[in-house]
Nanobody, 119 residues
Framework: QVQLVESGGGLVQAGGSLRLSCAAS????????MGWFRQAPGKEREFVAS????????YYADSVKGRFTISRDNAKNTVSLQMNSLKPEDTGNYSC????????????WGQGTQVTVSS
């Protein structure tokens, strides 16, 4: 059974940094894509960034380009999201998810970790 467990959220002032981690277990993830999403109160969930487990190809939402970096550690089966120059609008519940490459829908989701950026 696939499990995704996020950690690293918290409260930070605008301009600060946080590093989120997603520990993945339950299968081998070669051929999968790992993604980070966020949802602010009263808003729809939005895509933040993704990385292919094999090859490490990355993709970012325009709103986070140049500030966030997604990476993976194959040996530890973890995916991280380094968030710099945080803004109040980055506040939300951040979840990691995974899907097979070539499949549009993310199949497995973590519970999420809260990120709050104060102004």
């Amino acid at each position: 059974q696939v499990q995704l467990v996020e950690s690293g959220g918290g409260l930070v002032q605008a301009g600060g940094s946080l590093r989120l981690s997603c520990a993945a277990s339950g299968r081998t993830f070669g051929g999968y894509v790992m993604g980070w999403f966020r949802q602010a109160p009263g808003k729809e969930r939005e895509f933040v960034a993704s990385i292919t487990w094999s090859g490490g190809f990355t993709y970012y939402a325009d709103s986070v380009k140049g500030r966030f970096t997604i990476s993976r550690d194959n040996a530890k089966n973890t995916v991280s999201l380094q968030m710099n120059s945080l803004k109040p609008e980055d506040t939300g519940n951040y979840s990691c998810a995974t899907r097979l490459a070539g499949i549009r829908e993310y199949e497995y989701w973590g519970q999420g970790t809260q990120v709050t950026v104060s102004s």
